[in-house]
T-cell receptor, first 120, second 110 residues
Framework: QITLKESGPTLVKPTQTLTLTCTFSGFSLTTSGMGVGWVRQPPGQALEWLALIYWNDVEYYNPSLKTRLTITKDTSKNQVVLTMTNMDPVDTATYYCAHRLSVAATFDFWGQGTLIFVSS | QSALTQPASVSGSPGQSITISCTGTSSDIGGYNYVSWYQQYPGKAPKLMIYEVSNRPLEVSNRFSGSKSGNTASLSISGLQAEDEADYYC??????????FGGGTRLTVV
């Protein structure tokens, strides 16, 4: 059974860097075809894909946010970390991590999400 | 990166069938059979309902089905039930950015 859980601060100040950790179980990021992605959703708005990392260390980023994002993995801890620099109030959102199956190009399992507020 | 285009809302009565459309381009929906659909209840995480255009995860009811024609994908729900009232998002693989989502559709069961 695949599970994922996001963790990080609830509140960040404008211009600060956000660091989010996704801790997962039920699969390994050393297995071919496995990936983990991040998706966010501002209150009352649509889903927005942020970043993706695969078992083979290939990374993908949303072009509109690429300069602010870094995604890394720690296979020994079963964790994926997303950092987003220069946070702004418009970045207030629920941030989800999700398991990505490269063969089907889909997010089949999702974490519960973590709500991040950006405010001074 | 342009989001896929979905109607903001659709509605139907219990027992009826509805269809939600999702329009993209030849760089995403039209070019690949990698369309997914997600169901989301308020305050909850999205749930995968359809992948690879028309495949259903085992736990998803067969009342849900997916299809594609050209640059437009569709999610159909038959025998509408009150529990189907939720937001639905389409997503596609894209040659330009890997992942793109639609703007979401609010389904109301009246």
């Amino acid at each position: 059974q695949i599970t994922l859980k996001e963790s990080g601060p609830t509140l960040v100040k404008p211009t600060q860097t956000l660091t989010l950790t996704c801790t997962f179980s039920g699969f390994s990021l050393t297995t071919s075809g496995m990936g983990v992605g991040w998706v966010r959703q501002p209150p009352g708005q649509a889903l927005e894909w942020l970043a993706l990392i695969y078992w083979n260390d290939v990374e993908y980023y949303n072009p509109s946010l690429k300069t602010r994002l870094t995604i890394t993995k720690d296979t020994s801890k079963n964790q994926v970390v997303l950092t987003m620099t220069n946070m702004d109030p418009v970045d207030t959102a629920t941030y989800y991590c999700a398991h990505r199956l490269s063969v089907a190009a889909t997010f089949d399992f999702w974490g519960q999400g973590t709500l991040i507020f950006v405010s001074s | 990166q342009s989001a896929l285009t979905q109607p903001a809302s659709v509605s139907g009565s219990p027992g009826q069938s509805i269809t939600i459309s999702c329009t993209g381009t030849s760089s995403d929906i039209g070019g690949y059979n990698y369309v997914s659909w997600y169901q989301q209840y308020p305050g909850k995480a999205p749930k995968l309902m359809i992948y690879e255009v028309s495949n259903r995860p085992l736990e998803v009811s067969n009342r849900f089905s997916g299809s594609k024609s050209g640059n437009t994908a569709s999610l159909s729900i038959s025998g509408l039930q009150a529990e189907d009232e939720a937001d639905y998002y389409c997503s596609s693989y894209t040659s330009t950015t890997t992942v793109v989502f639609g703007g979401g559709t609010r389904l109301t069961v009246v």
